[in-house]
């Protein structure tokens, strides 16, 4: 039967979502040393933490609509939003006997008396499938930072009657995105997780990135241009996902001015860079517009002219460190001056 063939590839795919991201290290009878729920959102009762893992500041995507696949052959942008922030990632295993519904009931439940926004839901395999089929290449991109324990491989294996939401939340302090996806594991693989519903919830905290990065000043800039012909900035800061400069850039602006001012004949390229989180061209796309953000801004709040200015997008393609860490995807995440 096709269909059922379809089906199945989808659950195998959010199954290797589920699992890919881990960096666990409890023994199969004991919950992960250091773990701990997320201060906003309870566990369902009874429920076991398998799996964790926090990070300070990463990228995460979040699936806010059926997804569709354009004519490059990746998904619709806007079926998928790009997050930076706080990342915690929770697996839990739920009490035998408890369905997978009851569970993600109860979870959506607990969102919304929080005053989460829902902002897209699916619930059955055929309803999922499209989530499924995606989950792993877009929302749970595999690195080789974090590994699997034995338990947490399999606690979504074989996956059936699939939940998955979506929600958003407003606060003071910054706004909270949640993904949550629900299942029955149907491997034999391990007793102890067969036959029982698992729970995976990813919460991404928008908050900003502890700025390790000392602003270039321009007689810096003018040293390495005239060694190199390039120097890379990263004092230049913008919006999740937007090219949107943020006003704490205004800094190294000021400064890039200043160097353009000192040297009148200098003509230089913008160019943005990204790391290699998202798909190709978008990220493409996305690194042009910021780097004609930067040109705009010289533009129009430095006097610079227009004519010695010219924005360029790289993308994920000129990297200087690994993708496989945040420490290597932040020096990525860059803005360069080049000499024309």
């Known amino acids: ?18 699992t890919l991201l881990w960096s666990v ?3 199969a009878q004991q919950e992960v040393p250091g773990a701990k729920d997320f201060p906003l959102i309870k566990r369902y009762e009874g429920s076991r933490l398998i799996g964790y893992d926090s990070r300070p500041f990463d990228t995460a995507k979040l699936i806010v609509g059926k997804l569709t696949l354009g004519d490059n052959g990746q998904p619709a942008l806007d079926s998928v939003r790009q997050l930076e922030g706080r990342h915690t990632r929770l697996l839990y295993l739920a009490p035998q006997t408890r369905s997978s519904l009851e569970v993600f009931r109860n979870y959506e439940n607990e969102l919304l008396a929080k005053g989460f926004t829902v902002l897209f839901k699916c619930s059955g395999e ?4 499209s989530v499924g089929a995606e989950l792993h290449r877009v929302l749970y991109p595999p690195t080789k930072a974090l590994q699997n324990n034995d338990l947490s491989k399999v606690a979504l294996n074989v996956p059936a009657e699939p939940h998955y939401l979506a929600a958003t939340l ?5 706004p909270v995105a949640v993904s949550l996806y629900v299942a029955v594991d149907r491997s034999t693989a391990f007793p102890e997780t067969k036959d029982r519903v698992a ?14 990065m000392v602003t270039v000043d321009a007689a810096k800039m003018a040293k390495d241009i005239a060694a190199t012909g390039r ?3 990263y004092g230049l800061y913008f919006d999740t996902d937007k090219a949107d400069l943020k006003p704490e850039s205004a800094p190294s602006l000021a400064e890039i001015g200043k160097l353009l001012k000192a040297e009148p004949n200098l003509k230089v390229y913008i160019v943005g860079h990204t790391d290699n989180v998202g798909v190709f061209d978008y990220n493409m ?44 995807r932040a020096k990525n995440r860059r803005v360069e001056i080049v000499k024309q």
């Open 1 to 18: 039967m096709p269909h059922a063939e379809n089906v199945s590839r989808g659950c195998r795919t959010i199954a290797l979502a589920a």
């Open 25 to 27: 290290t409890a023994a």
């Open 126 to 129: 055929e309803q999922c499938e």
């Open 170 to 174: 407003a606060r003071p302090e910054g």
């Open 199 to 212: 729970v995976l919830l990813d919460v991404v905290e928008d908050r900003p990135m502890e700025s390790k």
């Open 231 to 233: 120097v890379a900035l």
């Open 285 to 328: 796309n996305l690194s042009q517009r910021r780097a004609k953000s930067v040109v705009d801004q010289l533009v129009q709040s430095h006097g610079i002219s227009a004519d010695r200015l010219r924005a360029a997008g790289a993308g994920m393609i000129a990297p200087v460190a690994t993708n496989d860490d945040e420490a290597g």
